[in-house]
């Protein structure tokens, strides 16, 4: 099934799922504000009710302006929806978060900049998901000897992972 919102064209499928289990219970084992580095027609919504009904600080931040139509309708006193020119230079707020998620597209080298993402947050973020961990430079083991736990969803693609310095994963 596609949608389209305004010039992009979005495909539906249950691929575009296999983090919200996931992220469910990652939300539910931390506390403490939520970074999420790209919206999504699931994430943002499933992210945004959660912290609303549980009273914590959301932040998504989203490079696609198209996309940013939809996800603007999410704005609020404790959600904050933040459009990026670019990605490498985005500063996001110098506190400690319960949770990362980690699903953004800034282009070429795309996992190459989701594993920077995930490096230079780690030492104030108590946990880190990101989704599509199947894809060829997750794949060689190197960047996950980066942190101290690692927890590996693969029972569909595409794949999500957790990692933490911080606390251990229990899943």
Not at 24 to 38: N, R, T
Not at 77 to 104: A, L, Q, R, Y
Not at 130 to 147: A, K, Q
Request: charged residues 25%; glycine residues 6%.
């Amino acid at each position: 099934m596609r949608i389209k919102i305004n010039d992009t064209d979005l495909v539906l499928t249950k691929e575009y799922t296999t983090h919200i289990g996931v992220l469910i219970k990652m939300v539910l084992a931390s506390e403490g504000p939520i970074l999420e580095l790209g919206g999504g027609l699931f994430s943002t919504p499933l992210l945004h009710w959660m912290c609303e009904d549980n009273q914590r600080l959301l932040y998504t931040y989203e490079h696609n302006q198209d996309f940013m139509t939809f996800l603007e309708r999410f704005n609020s006193n404790s959600h904050h929806v933040i459009s990026v020119d670019n990605w490498e230079t985005v500063k996001f707020p110098e506190i400690h978060w319960g949770m990362v998620f980690i699903d953004h597209n800034p282009g070429r080298h795309h996992v190459q900049k989701r594993q920077d993402a995930a490096l230079k947050l780690k030492n104030n973020s108590d946990f880190i998901v990101i989704h599509d961990t199947e894809e060829r430079g997750f794949r060689d083991g190197v960047f996950w000897s980066n942190f101290k736990y690692l927890y590996h969803w693969r029972k569909a693609r595409p794949y999500v992972s957790v990692m933490s310095d911080l606390k251990e994963i229990k899943l």
